[in-house]
């Protein structure tokens, strides 16, 4: 491991004040939350920081449920979040998305600012051995394009990356049309969750559209009667403490027995969370059957480009999307 020195700051002005020094010599600074990412990528090398500035302790952890909006506080854990009761119940494709991640123990320590700045698990990415890998070294090439590429992305990508996007919550949160809360040296802003993560396109290293030193305050999901009509459907390859390879989340608000709206969005195929709109106009009106609701989550696979061992996710994230909206049915 590259040695660093770790930064604690009395609050969070005073590590955003040392976060934004990080623009000065590239990557020389970095934050760490719960560590369960970071700490990986230390141990391997693929991250060489000279300082870390510690968000432990400063980041808010309130869960608040108002009358409008669900605010969850960027340093509650993603186990905390999972289990307050309100979440569970009002929002529960939160619950699912967060329960269906990880295990127990990585929930307990991982924060859900964390949580949606994860990197991807290119394993090119993840193993300096490998020269060739655009995310980690721009401009050394790619080394999972005619390489295995059974996990990575169909939708989003460029010649440059093709890695898929990580975090299942992510996916749920804009499915719900979230907005993240962030907060820069003297700025605060919003950023819907939809234009936080950016496509690859020829710089893929940069990955959302944070400015230098700011940070993931809170999450604002707006709270709508139909938020329970959800379903997180979750392909991997065992049962547990696996990344997706393909996901699911639904949120429908029924009118009588057809779909008056319907909120959906990809996991595991995408190089950012993947909203499908096309899916979404094709459903609305529609009944819950698998004769309406298949051709409609074909469209969800307009553009997508298979790389050869993951072209089986052109047609799985359909199934996957007939699943999750059958199940968001006959939820009440
Ligand atoms: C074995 C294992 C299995 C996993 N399985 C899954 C899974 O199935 N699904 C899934 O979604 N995830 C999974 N994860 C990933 C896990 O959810 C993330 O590692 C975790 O959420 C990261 O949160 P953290 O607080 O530990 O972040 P850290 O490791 O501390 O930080 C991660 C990144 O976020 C940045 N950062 C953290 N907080 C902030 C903030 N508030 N503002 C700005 N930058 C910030 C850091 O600088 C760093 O770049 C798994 C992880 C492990 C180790
Ligand atoms: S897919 Fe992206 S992260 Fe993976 S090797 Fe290629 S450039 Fe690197």
């Not at 506080?73 to 939160?94: K, R």
């Not at 999901?221 to 990344?243: G, H, L, M, N």
């Not at 993947?274 to 609305?284: H, T, Y």
């Given at each position: 491991?590259?040695?660093?020195?770790?930064?604690?700051?009395?609050d969070?002005?005073?590590?955003?004040?040392?976060?934004a020094?990080?623009?000065?010599?590239?990557?020389a600074?970095?934050?760490?939350?719960?560590?369960?990412?970071m700490v990986?990528?230390?141990?391997?090398?693929?991250?060489?920081?000279?300082?870390?500035?510690?968000?432990?302790?400063?980041?808010?952890?309130d869960?608040?449920?108002?009358?409008?909006?669900?605010?969850?506080?960027?340093?509650?854990?993603?186990?905390?979040?999972a289990?307050?009761?309100?979440?569970?119940t009002?929002?529960?494709?939160?619950?699912?998305?967060?329960?269906?991640s990880?295990?127990?123990?990585?929930?307990?320590?991982?924060t859900?600012?964390?949580?949606?700045?994860?990197?991807?698990?290119?394993?090119y990415?993840?193993?300096?051995?490998?020269?060739?890998?655009?995310k980690?070294?721009?401009?050394?090439?790619?080394?999972?394009?005619?390489?295995?590429?059974?996990?990575h992305?169909?939708l989003?990508?460029s010649?440059?990356?093709?890695a898929?996007?990580?975090?299942?919550?992510?996916?749920?949160?804009v499915?719900?049309?979230a907005?993240?809360?962030?907060?820069?040296?003297?700025?605060q802003?919003?950023?819907?969750?939809?234009?936080?993560?950016?496509?690859?396109?020829?710089?893929?290293?940069?990955?959302?559209?944070?400015?230098?030193?700011e940070?993931?305050?809170?999450?604002?999901?707006?709270?709508r009667?139909?938020?329970?009509?959800?379903?997180?459907?979750?392909?991997?390859?065992?049962?547990?403490?696996?990344?997706?390879?393909?996901?699911?989340a639904?949120?429908?608000?029924?009118?009588?027995?057809?779909?008056?709206?319907?909120?959906?969005?990809?996991?595991?195929?995408?190089?950012?969370p993947?909203r499908g709109?096309?899916?979404?106009?094709?459903l609305?009106g529609?009944?819950?059957?698998?004769?309406?609701?298949?051709?409609?989550?074909?469209?969800?696979?307009?553009?997508?480009?298979?790389?050869?061992?993951n072209?089986?996710?052109?047609?799985?994230?359909?199934?996957?999307?007939?699943?999750?909206?059958e199940?968001?049915?006959?939820?009440?």
């Amino acid at each position: 491991m590259h040695p660093f020195t770790l930064e604690r700051a009395g609050d969070l002005s005073a590590a955003i004040a040392l976060g934004a020094h990080a623009g000065r010599n590239d990557a020389a600074i970095e934050y760490i939350a719960g560590g369960t990412d970071m700490v990986q990528l230390l141990q391997e090398n693929v991250r060489r920081p000279a300082r870390i500035v510690a968000l432990a302790g400063l980041l808010d952890r309130d869960i608040d449920l108002r009358d409008d909006r669900l605010r969850i506080g960027a340093g509650s854990t993603m186990a905390e979040v999972a289990a307050h009761p309100q979440v569970a119940t009002d929002f529960p494709l939160i619950a699912d998305a967060l329960l269906n991640s990880a295990s127990p123990q990585v929930r307990n320590q991982a924060t859900i600012g964390g949580n949606l700045l994860q990197r991807t698990r290119c394993p090119y990415f993840r193993d300096v051995g490998y020269a060739q890998c655009n995310k980690r070294t721009p401009g050394s090439g790619c080394a999972a394009i005619g390489g295995e590429n059974r996990w990575h992305a169909v939708l989003g990508t460029s010649n440059a990356c093709i890695a898929a996007h990580a975090s299942d919550l992510a996916v749920a949160l804009v499915a719900l049309d979230a907005t993240l809360e962030v907060r820069g040296p003297g700025r605060q802003r919003r950023v819907a969750l939809a234009d936080f993560h950016r496509l690859p396109g020829s710089t893929p290293h940069v990955e959302t559209v944070l400015d230098v030193g700011e940070v993931i305050t809170a999450v604002d999901i707006p709270r709508r009667a139909t938020a329970r009509q959800c379903s997180y459907v979750k392909v991997r390859d065992r049962a547990s403490f696996e990344f997706a390879i393909v996901s699911a989340a639904v949120v429908l608000q029924m009118d009588g027995d057809r779909i008056g709206q319907a909120r959906i969005a990809l996991g595991g195929v995408g190089t950012k969370p993947w909203r499908g709109p096309r899916v979404e106009a094709a459903l609305r009106g529609a009944r819950i059957d698998a004769a309406t609701i298949r051709p409609a989550a074909a469209l969800a696979s307009q553009g997508a480009r298979g790389y050869g061992h993951n072209d089986f996710k052109i047609e799985l994230m359909q199934r996957a999307i007939v699943r999750a909206v059958e199940t968001a049915g006959a939820r009440t």
